[in-house]
Nanobody, 121 residues
Framework: QVQLVESGGGLVQAGGSLRLSCSAS????????MAWYRQAGGKQRELVAS???????NYADSVKGRFALSVDNAKNTVYLQMNSLKPEDTALYYC???????????????WGQGTQVTVSS
């Protein structure tokens, strides 16, 4: 069993900052990639940022220059530092990880339960 646990969401004023954390635990042989998605009310879930095991990062155009990913491989944890937050960043943020649970097993996708980020104007 693999679990992803997110934390760090909350209410912040426009221009403020938040840091989200996502920790993976359980049967983990290897994590090939981790990512943050978000879903605002009535909209489709969208990719915010992702990072591969080799460290390649990818950001949505809407967050480039404001959000930054970092990883603590020893803790199987990914962080999303969100600065200069805007009201349009308000959404439920989900952690996603591509994980090989046991050596030679295929990669499976796992999702966290989501953490709410609300940015007031």
């Amino acid at each position: 069993q693999v679990q992803l646990v997110e934390s760090g969401g909350g209410l912040v004023q426009a221009g403020g900052s938040l840091r989200l954390s996502c920790s993976a635990s359980g049967s983990i042989f290897s994590i090939t990639a981790m990512a943050w998605y978000r879903q605002a009310g009535g909209k489709q879930r969208e990719l915010v940022a992702s990072i591969t095991r080799s460290g390649d990062r990818n950001y949505a155009d809407s967050v480039k220059g404001r959000f930054a990913l970092s990883v603590d491989n020893a803790k199987n944890t990914v962080y999303l530092q969100m600065n200069s937050l805007k009201p349009e960043d308000t959404a439920l943020y989900y952690c996603n990880a591509a994980i090989i649970a046991v050596r030679d097993w295929p990669v499976n996708d796992y999702w966290g339960q989501g953490t709410q980020v609300t940015v007031s104007s």
